[in-house]
């Protein structure tokens, strides 16, 4: 972590970092890693984005694979090596092919997808460039996910921009050296 978010040693926590960072390690994540590490530093804050983001991650019901397509969708357009490099690996254990990585990486629509990798990515990339999603892309989503299913995917855009820019801001280096795996477009 950079030195504007610099981690936070165990000892060194306030009372309320040390709860926030306990609620993160023992859920389903299991550990205080990412945009966490600097989020710490307002631990009120970290408690409720960490809450929400247990919901949207781990609790919509939604396939884990598309989840994590929509995630990748919001790193490339944010260009958060970060958080792309992180859910691309969680979107390859989830049986996401890397094709669909691969193209979303270099900021392309990956061809071939199934009827729900289609939707999902065009929703996401719909909703970051205009703010909402096409009435048809809405009508598609709300149909396979429901009313509920369309606001998780509305608000997994939004929270993992939200990530993106904090994680853009602190700029914690990839772990073991990596390589960014996204490109300028």
Request: net charge negative; proline share 9%; with cysteine.
């Amino acid at each position: 972590m950079t030195e504007r978010f610099p981690a936070i040693p165990p000892d060194q926590m306030t009372e309320a970092q040390r709860e926030v960072a306990a609620a993160i390690a023992g859920g389903p994540r299991g550990s205080v890693r990412g945009p966490f590490l600097a989020l710490l530093h307002h631990p009120a804050l970290a408690m409720r984005i960490q809450a929400l983001g247990e919901h949207l991650r781990f609790g919509t019901g939604m396939p884990q694979s598309l989840v994590e397509l929509l995630i990748l969708v919001t790193a490339r357009r944010w260009n958060c090596q970060y958080e792309f490099f992180a859910h691309a690996r969680i979107a390859r254990n989830e049986g996401l092919p890397e094709p669909i990585i691969t193209a979303i990486a270099e900021g392309r629509r990956p061809d071939p997808m199934n009827a729900d990798q289609a939707m999902v990515h065009d929703f996401a990339v719909a909703t970051h460039r205009d703010g909402k999603p096409t009435d048809a892309l809405y009508a598609a989503a709300e149909a396979r996910f429901g009313k509920a299913g369309v606001l998780d995917l509305l608000a997994l855009a939004g929270y993992y921009t939200m990530l993106a820019m904090v994680l853009n801001t602190a700029d914690p280096a990839l772990p073991d050296g990596a390589t960014p795996p996204l490109k300028p477009l």
